[in-house]
């Protein structure tokens, strides 16, 4: 009985991957031998909530190369170390409409279309701190694996391939070191870029590490802050217009999941404020994503509106209830104050009807208490607002504040949850 | 005293606008004598909430011609009057990363890049139901206003100049036609999408249209079902990567706010789920684009954290509390039920937690009561879930569910709101 | 016997055509019906050399529609009436790389990439004299009716068909017309162009076309100047970079021969200073030119060596000889002059190398004769140099001049033969 | 008085330099310091006759390094060293229609555009004989030595710029690696390549190089022949279409020499069959042609009629005279014999003309003699057909061929002269 409610999460992932599992389009990447040893039939799926539980089905362990899946961590490790500003010094921001490894370079500029391509990725790991490949590379797997919760393994094979076959790879470095965006010789660059691609990873890391984005940079499970807020909006801004190459437009019309694939047969994808998703499938369509993957991300957005911009009806109104309550009261209100009963989350547009409805009843007669009890997050532009009233609206003549707030959660005082 | 709480989004608005005031950069349109003779200075901002109330600063009254901000009104239209995959067959929908007028057209499929370039705009338009331009553009206005809700008049100068003038749009009508995805005659097209760019809008109707888009296809203030859910989040999701033309990648990163500008000087924006706001300043940069409009939207996401992917820390736990209730309650218990208060917003994520954490509890010594009361909202997907529990959980020996649901509002219920 | 002699030219071309005849590959041009009715096995080379002769070997009466071997006499038609600067106003003359119909317009300047793609040609013909299409084809039918010498009729169920499809043309000349290039409405200039490329032709005409530009301007046969020299010059000079669209390269290499194809099936081409060529079969290739048609003047010009850039060996040196005359000779010479014997052609090398030789020659002692008898032709920036020597070179003692020339063909005076 | 014969071609070149001299626009190149040191006010032009006579003016010793004049000779050492078929499977031949240093790869072949633009330069270099950078550049530096006639120093400090700061030339081989066109590995290939770059020649080295391919492949003053006959017209063929980048069309239409322009200043152009011009002048303008090179070229080919194209005029009939010789004659011709003077040059379009009149006098009654005294050159296609004369016509009566040949010069017997 309980079995049924048990992991609902876990069986929706199983049924999505049953029905996909018959899929046998596509190929293993095969540019070099190590990845075409995979194992092709291999299919797994993991959801990482923001409150730090990982369902997972099929499988979940098996572990194969981040490989592009990478670059938007290393996109937002660049962000935190260099600043936005100097970061879109060397790269722009905008989607190119090409395949994952065209040149699209800006002539003028000399900075790469977006980082979610090959040449703005090898320029963003150039940026990182450290003098040699060693050193660029270790900040990468560091970061990563903060990323992913776990120490993280390379696969040695992959890397040796992925160095004396990356000729094209050292091109659109040179390119960019040719027109000033790079960050470090070239060999520096394209060494850890290369060991970067090669890490190992499973589906539930990428779960994991795409909540982290989800939860605005805090691992869910390990609580630590990987990133900034900041970094992990603009990330996942990134990833929405360009996560998905030349099909982004595509893929945001039809599954609203901000996303990155890798030839290793991975996908991360982000529901910001909700969860992260890791899949893994080796065989890729001709765009280079898993086909199994994204088949698996398109059904589970359509069976269970996980569409990012997903409507999901008008809310109640955050004001709950408006009540009088008598003199002598517990509360202390003389002459009878107004208990405003607010609920649920209040975002901007919520703090909007909150104040516009509640403007009228602010007077001299007793207090206003805004009782937050049942609010479950304020958003941080509407916190400082209520959290002023008090101080803002003066005095009843009782030397009482006109407004007060009951808040025994501290909605409003959390700078972060 | 009340004045201050009075209405504290027109002042945000105000306080924007009085940022932005200065910036004279820029100029107006002049590809046609009309667009030439507006008041360079008028500058006007108005926000539309999606329970239906308008906050307005500066000159949100004064009128200019839609433009390309009636782009993505009309797709939607399309979308709902032939459904997405018929549309599909006549554009795509992917970032061009190129200007508004590009040509932009797959040499292969015929197909323009994205309905929010003018070619794929054009081709929209010829989907409209008709034969003549008046039939087609007579459906055009219908929508528009319906997303208005309001009468709007076309302005006859503009569009005899548009029509006489419109050799490029012309030209990129007959390219379509010549690839079989143009819907229309080519002057029934483009004469059709002349009067449509000719519509005479403010601020206030572009806030108001743009927040039929974050209500999921309602107006908010008309209350009018203006296009479906669907249709709402689709086009969303192609302005938020198409609408800003070669910048929209930037702009997702640093505004975050789906977008679509029009050279009359107008902008509306969507804050899904939220608000629209609508902005007027005539004056346009180099990309067609009102310099004082971007820069106010620019300053309103900044200041009050409106950008879509804002994260707003973690919510509450969706489980307010567990608390035992005796036997001979009111509910009427026997051996002690539990009584589990839920609160805020439910989506996935949330439903995700609620099932986890009490599947345990489910068992055979007393019902598991799930209080809604303080419930705001519960995502269309998890809804089924809950309604069907108690049904699925079997019976108590007392032949009472397992498990019972109290929902006073009806959040459960709702099919829609 | 004398068979053996007849007409060597005419079993050359006959002996490729036999070579070419099995080619079954390409298929006829339907893009129209009508285009699509010919016989796809007619076959048929025409030679018409600078002299007035043409040669004929297969189908050279079957009529075709001209199609796209009409740009280049257009264009040479525009550069007469308007001017090389003014035709570059509106038209660039560099190669595209692209195909036939493809865009190729300068997004600053508005100009067509160059007069041989539809854009630009459609282009030359808006800038004929004239207000109306009828007008303006009047102009082009009686310029192209000179270059073949003789009346042409218009196949008209192919213009019906070209107007009644010709949208990506219109598509065309509205981008230009936006861009302030084209020279007329855009009805005006396509119903113009439509008429101009459904001239019906025969390979006998497009040969003595093409001669009209080996001679730099003159109908061979009926030794009418139909164009200037420099406008002869110009054309071939575009037809050597643009004139086989995306493989112009290439044919520069292989053949050498500065040409035109249509998707009528015919080819012209030239060899400067020596004859032109016209070939017809249908049957197209992927980039829309005859098949048997490329693959003749390929072997034509591999077997006997008619690449404009080949090279004939060394010529001799244009001074026969120098002889001793002496006194009392039918010249008159006291003290004894030098002949100098000249023969072969005079171009700039070789008028570099007799004056270089003869320097030393000019003296007090006797006149120095230039006799050219057995020169063939001066060029004409060398004969003002040797038809002033006498004046400029001063007196004998005897009053003669230092130099003489001896001209009986008078390959000096002649300003143009 | 001699003097003013002297040398008008030295004349005429100090003329035209005496013309552009005024001209200060234009840069010296300083993406390294070392070409930033030029004196920029050095200007030189040089023309070498194909019958081994130089006329120099101006600057003609002063030394600049070759940089991409080197191109098409080394184009030319490519295919007599691996055949044309071989070399086009590394490079296409098609004009790019885009700047010198473009990326213009084909991304399915891998090939670059064509072989004057950096990319093909590149690939061509690296298959030139050897393993390493030293062996292949030993290789380059001979041949261009040969096509000089001299022994070439290598600015060595330029070499050390180019190697350093070379990398967007190393993007532009690794492309080509990685597409499979470079042979050799991308160090040999570039170094070898810089160092081509670096080879220092003036401005009378370049004249001597053009007017080796106008010879058809022999050094007109060594007399050595350096490449073949089929390398030189090939090579010519691409400097026609591709040879200064974007401007090559209207280079054709202008100027008409196939030419080839670099960096360090110096161009030279080519008059087939007539001779080469050299230039030097360091000043570059936003294409990176010497701007004073330019205009020499453009002034000389305007003032001298030397466009490639120029038409001259039709030359007097091959036929000189036909005249009766009695029977007892020197010739020995029983029964009258008829001699056919023959004059000047006799390429395809005069053997045409020749044969088609004389095949009616071919008869039983006396011997055709043709008289090939007055004739400077028979095109090697007709040679083969005159000399076979007297086989194929057949016996007279009295023993003697029908047609006999006198040839004094031995015009038809030359295989090359």
């Known amino acids: 009985m309980a079995a049924a409610l048990g992991d609902p999460v876990r069986h929706a992932l199983e049924a999505v991957l049953d029905a996909v ?3 046998t389009d596509g190929a293993v990447a095969d540019y070099i031998p190590e990845l075409a040893k995979v194992e092709p039939e291999q299919l797994g799926a993991a959801l990482a909530s923001t409150h730090g539980v990982v369902h997972e089905a099929g499988d979940c362990d ?19 170390a260099l600043g936005l500003d100097e970061v879109r010094r060397h790269v722009d921001l905008e989607p190119s409409g090409e395949p994952f490894n065209a040149i699209s370079l800006d002539e003028a500029s000399g900075r790469p279309r977006n980082p979610m391509i090959n040449a703005g990725a090898i320029v963003m790991t150039s940026l990182m701190p450290g003098d040699t490949a060693d050193e660029k590379f270790a900040v990468v797997l560091a970061g990563i694996e903060r990323f992913a919760g776990r120490d993280l393994p390379v696969n040695e094979e992959v890397y040796s391939s992925e160095a004396s076959t990356g000729d094209r790879n050292r091109a659109l470095a040179y390119l960019t070191r040719s027109a000033g965006t790079l960050g470090a010789a070239v060999e520096v660059a394209t060494l850890a870029y290369f060991r970067q691609c090669s890490i190992s990873v499973n589906a539930r890391d990428l779960a994991i590490m795409a909540a982290t984005f989800a939860t605005g940079g805090v691992n869910p499970l390990t609580r630590e802050r990987v990133i900034s807020e900041d970094a992990a909006r603009w990330t996942t801004a990134v990833m929405t217009s360009c996560g998905m190459y030349d099909e982004s437009g595509d893929w945001m019309v039809r599954v609203g999941l901000p996303a990155k694939s890798g030839v290793g047969g991975g996908i991360a994808a982000v529901q910001p404020g909700q969860f992260g998703i890791g899949t893994f499938s080796p065989r890729l369509d001709a765009r280079g994503n898993s086909v199994r993957g994204v088949a698996t991300l398109e059904l589970l957005s359509e069976r269970h509106g996980l569409h990012m911009l997903q409507h999901h009806g008008a809310p109640l109104s955050p004001i709950a209830s408006l009540s009088r309550v008598e003199a002598g009261d517990a509360d202390g209100g003389s002459d009878g104050d107004t208990v405003v009963a607010l609920r649920g989350e209040i975002l901007f547009s919520e703090a909007e009807e909150i104040l516009t409805r509640l403007a009228p009843l602010v007077g001299d007669r007793g207090c206003l208490v805004l009782d937050f009890t049942a609010v479950t997050r304020v958003a941080a532009g509407a916190r400082t607002i209520f959290s002023a009233l008090p101080d803002t609206m003066g005095r009843l ?13 501290q909605v409003l005082g959390a700078a972060e949850r």
């Open 21 to 23: 599992r018959d899929r």
């Open 397 to 409: 003549a009782d030397g009482r504040s006109r407004v007060a707030v009951h808040d025994p959660d």
């Open 62 to 80: 098996a572990e194969f190369t981040i490989q592009s899946v990478s670059k938007p961590f290393v996109f937002a490790l660049a962000v935190d």
